[in-house]
Nanobody, 122 residues
Framework: QVQLVESGGGSVQAGGSLRLSCAAS????????MGWFRQAPGKEREFVAA???????????RYADSVKGRFTISRDNAKNSVYLQMNSLKPEDTAVYYC????????????WGQGTQVTASS
């Protein structure tokens, strides 16, 4: 069983930045694929970014086209945490952001956090 707790959401002006954090407990964190998904009002939940283990100390990152070049996913295995640095935020980035564990690339795993609201206003 994996528990995920997000933090760091908030409201910013368009063009601003936020950093989301997700603390995980439970299984061996370093080998887990970790991801961020988001859900805007009236829309389906969508993939944002993910980091997956490639063996040894190698990790791969994937991003949705809509956030490439603006968002960066990172992880700190010593702290069992994954982060999402969001720069140049746009109003269309407004959504509830969810941390996810155990998936593969754009496919989510079975473990979800409670979500954190991100609002970028124009």
């Amino acid at each position: 069983q994996v528990q995920l707790v997000e933090s760091g959401g908030g409201s910013v002006q368009a063009g601003g930045s936020l950093r989301l954090s997700c603390a995980a407990s439970g299984r061996t964190f370093s080998t887990y694929a970790m991801g961020w998904f988001r859900q805007a009002p009236g829309k389906e939940r969508e993939f944002v970014a993910a980091t997956s283990w490639g063996g040894g100390s190698v990790y791969y990152a994937r991003y949705a086209d809509s956030v490439k070049g603006r968002f960066t996913i990172s992880r700190d295995n010593a702290k069992n945490s994954v982060y999402l640095q969001m720069n140049s935020l746009k109003p269309e980035d407004t959504a509830v952001y969810y941390c996810n564990a155990g998936g593969g690339g754009i496919t989510p795993g079975n473990y979800w956090g409670q979500g954190t609201q991100v609002t970028a206003s124009s």
